[in-house]
T-cell receptor, first 114, second 116 residues
């Protein structure tokens, strides 16, 4: 079945560690996105990518990094520079960057700093 | 900057009844899209309905319909014949139709409870 797979579902990070969240899609979509979700807030855009080897910062990119070496994959690294990384992270993709197309979401990764 | 406001953090509805979720947005653009997404307890976001700003006719998807008031910048979601499976967090979202792919701007969500 086509879709977006995020892994792991739960992730724990120690202070000062970098962690990488995986996002894979088999929908052949060009555009991919990373959002952060905090309680009482909507989704905030971290990074997005329209094509392979290209990505752009979103509204809250500080402390995060991404890569887009393959069309199917858009991993997110939460670095030690991110001061408050505990949150729920959602990956999404669109067939085309045009806004009218539906965004498909993964099931998310909950990151907790311990 | 575009903003999306959902003024109802929580709503409840009796099963089989109708409920309306409110959303307002702020934009200087004339061409854009509006969406309602549903996030059930599984946390996976699902598109419920979308509205193109240039279309005057309100979008409808089965039991879900919108009341789009462009001048008032209002985009409410009506759920008819509510079912237990409708219980979820509902997010209103806005996106412009031109420029970069960075859309969408989301509201803070409305948690809908369906009472049996």
């Amino acid at each position: 079945d086509g879709g977006i797979t995020q892994s792991p579902k739960y992730l724990f990070r120690k202070e000062g560690q970098n962690v990488t969240l995986s996002c894979e899609q088999n929908l052949n979509h060009d555009a991919m996105y990373w959002y952060r979700q905090d309680p009482g807030q909507g989704l905030r855009l971290i990074y997005y990518s329209q094509i392979v080897n290209d990505f752009q910062k979103g509204d809250i990119a500080e402390g995060y990094s991404v890569s887009r070496e393959k069309k199917e994959s858009f991993p997110l690294t939460v670095t030690s520079a991110q001061k408050n990384p505990t949150a729920f992270y959602l990956c999404a993709s669109r067939s085309h960057p045009w806004v009218g197309t539906e965004a498909f979401f993964g099931q998310g990764t909950r990151l907790t700093v311990v | 900057a575009q903003t999306v406001t959902q003024s109802q953090p929580e709503m409840s509805v009796q099963e089989a009844e109708t409920v309306t979720l409110s959303c307002t947005y702020d934009t200087s653009e004339s061409d854009y899209y509006l969406f309602w997404y549903k996030q059930p307890p599984s946390r996976q976001m699902i598109l419920v309905i979308r509205q193109e700003a240039y279309k005057q006719q309100n979008a409808t998807e089965n039991r879900f319909s919108v009341n789009f008031q462009k001048a008032a910048k209002s985009f409410s979601l009506k759920i008819s014949d509510s079912q237990l499976g409708d219980a979820a967090m509902y997010f209103c979202a806005y996106g412009i139709s031109s420029g970069s792919a960075r859309q969408l701007t989301f509201g803070s969500g409305t948690q809908l409870t369906v009472l049996p």
